[in-house]
């Protein structure tokens, strides 16, 4: 079955350096791969998508990942952060039948 | 284009109480979603829904929560009898291959 697993539930960074957040899935097929942030009080909002072109995904907001298969990881990175950036992100995987398997999400904190 | 209308925004109910949330989808979005997001946790799926009929309910609590899709478009969830662990946000997405938007959600708070 798909799964993912958010390595660290809470991440802490000063603003302008930079962000990993971790996320290792497990999947029997090629997965689609996402990332999902919300901020407080707000809606989940698309940051990436991987479906199985480039390794490589840019997102939006300077964020990107790396698809991994020999380490089935997805790690999300950023090079500077920022104090907007302080939310909780999500690593998510699908289904072949379109449902989502959110991970258990990680709180970015950006200190000034 | 617009996006997923849900509501309503809040609700606060006392248990054993009955709520009901509506979802609009985007439209020519087949698929639509219903997701429990608990405080501190990630979204399960609760249901998933193809046009109007179910794709899976497996997570639905079927003997308090029930959801219809009439008509392939708007849909509804309902929960009767409410109990305090219902507490939650409760989302809706829609989606068309492999693009999924979600709706603001309706927080929903059981006394």
């Known amino acids: 079955a798909q799964s993912v697993t958010q390595l660290d539930s809470h991440v802490s960074v000063s603003e302008g350096t930079p962000v990993l957040l971790r996320c290792n899935y497990s999947s029997s097929y090629s997965p689609s791969l996402f990332w999902y942030v919300q901020h407080p009080n707000k809606g989940l909002q698309l940051l990436l998508k991987y479906t199985s072109a480039a390794t490589l995904v840019k997102g939006i907001n300077g964020f990107e990942a790396e698809f991994k298969k020999s380490e089935t990881s997805f790690h999300l990175t950023k090079p500077s952060a920022h104090m907007s950036d302080a939310a909780e992100y999500f690593c998510?995987?699908?289904?072949?039948?379109?449902?989502?398997?959110f991970g258990q999400g990680t709180t970015l904190q950006v200190k000034p | 284009e617009a996006g997923v209308a849900q509501s309503p925004r809040y609700k606060i109910i006392e248990k054993r109480q009955s709520v009901a949330f509506w979802c609009n989808p985007i439209s020519g979005h087949a698929t639509l979603y219903w997701y429990q997001q608990i405080l501190g946790q990630g979204p399960k799926l609760l249901i998933q829904f193809q046009n109007n009929g179910v794709v899976d309910d497996s997570q639905l609590p079927k003997d308090r929560f029930s959801a219809e899709r009439l008509k392939g478009v708007d849909s509804t969830l309902k929960i009767q009898p409410a109990k305090l662990e219902d507490s939650a946000v409760y989302l809706c997405?829609?989606?068309?291959?492999?693009?999924?938007?979600f709706g603001s959600g309706t927080r929903l708070t059981v006394v």
């Open positions: 997405a829609s989606s068309f291959r492999d693009g999924y938007t």
């Open positions: 998510v995987v699908n289904r072949l039948s379109g449902k989502l398997i």
